[in-house]
């Protein structure tokens, strides 16, 4: 089944690139030309990935990512921006963003990204039945089938991102793992070394799975090395 691609930006020749381009890999889309109706179309249409612009009229890329998110839709968002700024990576990816990257850009790296992304919701969609196959670490149980976090039975809402972020540290509990190690693995591409979007998925992974984030008690930090998932703590 084709998977259906959402385009939000206000400059038509951009949505003309993108779109040309993602038909040719086989993919459908859809667009809006500012956020008021790209929020609508998110939320009605249920595309599989949704490429969102920062600035826009009526509603920018930044509120509708946050609005996105509040209504706890899980689709997978990569923002494009031709600003560089440090606080609008760091903004973005907050407000729930799993991916970035600026303008101007390669329509073939920003397509390596696409795939990549679109990969994990086949994988996420590719079991309908009961997880059978399960990794539990005290409080904690990952369905590895369905992809679904578990916090003292309870379901967490996690992103796609967060969710392998998780799996990731879990599955080596103890073991420190880089920044450049979690970004390879989790990411799976190059971030042109800009390693900041690791900390800041950290950050939101550790709001939802810990007792209190400003003092994690199961993703350490290990200062100058990484990261790592303390098992019994």
């Not at 790209?38 to 969102?52: C, Y």
């Not at 390669?106 to 397509?111: D, G, N």
């Amino acid at each position: 089944m084709e998977k259906t691609i959402l385009i939000i930006d206000d400059e038509k020749a951009i949505v003309d690139i993108l779109t040309l381009n993602l038909r040719m890999a086989g993919y459908q889309t859809i667009a809006a030309y500012d956020g008021e109706e790209g929020l609508a179309m998110a939320l009605s249409e249920n595309p599989d990935l949704i490429l969102l612009d920062v600035m826009m009229p009526r509603l920018d890329g930044f509120d509708v990512c946050r609005q996105f998110r509040e209504q706890n839709r899980m689709t997978p968002v990569i923002m494009l921006t031709a600003r560089e700024e440090e606080q609008d990576l760091v903004l973005g990816l907050e407000l729930g963003a799993d991916d970035y990257i600026t303008k101007p850009f390669s329509v073939r790296a920003l397509m390596a990204r696409v795939k990549t992304n679109i990969r994990r919701t086949v994988h996420a969609e590719a079991s309908d039945a009961p997880g059978k196959e399960s990794l539990i670490l005290g409080r904690f149980t990952l369905d590895l089938d369905l992809s679904q976090a578990y916090k003292d039975g309870e379901p967490v809402e996690l992103t796609q991102r967060e969710y392998h972020l998780l799996r990731c540290l879990t599955v080596h509990p103890g073991k420190i793992l880089s920044r450049e190690e979690l970004m390879q693995e989790v990411w799976q591409y190059d971030y042109f070394g800009d390693l900041r979007a690791v900390d800041v998925a950290v950050c939101r992974l550790r709001e939802k799975i810990e007792d209190d984030a400003a003092q994690p008690k199961y993703i350490i930090t290990k200062r100058g090395a990484g990261y790592y998932f303390q098992l019994n703590p």
